[in-house]
């Protein structure tokens, strides 16, 4: 199966308000899919429908080539799902809550909660309603990992998770990729989609904006850079680069600073010609060209006030 998830002009109202607006896109099998978009964009909209907790105003969804609502029993035994707003019952202690989950799913290893609760950090001893929201959140992705489906579709998996624990969350994700698996994910932190997505996709107003990979977005992406010569270089030596408008050498011709677009390769292999004794280079702006697609601008570069070499 080439595409775990398909979906085919999906559109949901909710009486005059609108949720999806004809959404077309696909999944593939053991990538990690990056669902981006502003509050309120329909993500979380997109999300129930593949788990058939809604039904579309029309269009079509198919996941892991099964109609969620005519084949949702199978369907669910095979995904791991963890909501926007994971519930769960306060009564049990944790290791209860979890046991009863993998009886449901037919058996689940205890082993295999186990690790990831330690993992996690997650007590399993404590009982459900006296854990803070954090460690409630871990309790949803030890449920939605544990059975090891073969798509894993995540609503803000990290909401209330601290930097430690977000980091062992993408350990995880990037282990099931590697198993051949398929993660979907929602996410408003643009970090940890960069860090572990293969392709995004972003949503703003019901339709989807921008689908990319994460490597093509960052080919697009900005990097300030600052070089300082030891002597001064010819005025014009960098005036010939791709992008060179965004590049200012200062009077004395010793600095060079401004931005770069996409690969720094060209302006490093100027640069070889000259006796460099200092570089800086931030990391390229992902945010950026995420943030223009949000406001609804393209993903162009940004605009410079800096002026030619
Ligand atoms: N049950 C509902 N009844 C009415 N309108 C709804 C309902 N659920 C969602 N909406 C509307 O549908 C649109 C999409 O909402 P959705 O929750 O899918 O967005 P989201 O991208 O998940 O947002 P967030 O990042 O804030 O969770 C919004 O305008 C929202 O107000």
Known sequence: MENVIELHELTKRYGARRGLAGLTLQVRTGEVFG?????????????????DLIRPTSGTATVLGLSPRAQGMELRARM?????DFVCDGRQNVRGYLRFLGALRGGVPQQHIDDLADRLGLDQNTRIRK??????QKVGLVQAFMHRPELLVLDEPTSGLDPLVQQ????????TAAA????FMSSHVMSEVDAVADRVGIIRDGRLVALDTVAHLRA??????????ETPVPPHAFAD?????????????????GQVIG???????????????????????????FHSYYSGAEAAPRTSPSTAA
């Open 220 to 229: 697009g992406a900005v990097r300030d850079v600052d070089v300082t010569f």
């Open 80 to 84: 791991g799902y963890l909501a926007g």
């Open 180 to 183: 051949g698996r398929t993660v």
């Open 131 to 136: 854990l803070s929201k954090g460690n409630r």
């Open 35 to 51: 669902f981006l978009g502003p509050n309120g964009a329909g993500k979380s909209t997109t999300i129930r429908l593949l788990l």
């Open 241 to 257: 680069l791709p992008g060179a408008d965004r590049l200012r050498l200062d009077a004395t011709c010793t600095t060079l600073s």
């Open 168 to 175: 062992t969350f993408l350990d995880l994700v990037s282990e």
């Open 263 to 289: 690969s720094p390769d060209a302006l490093i292999k100027a640069l070889a010609g000259y006796p460099v004794t200092g570089l800086r280079a931030t990391e390229p702006a992902l945010e950026e060209v």
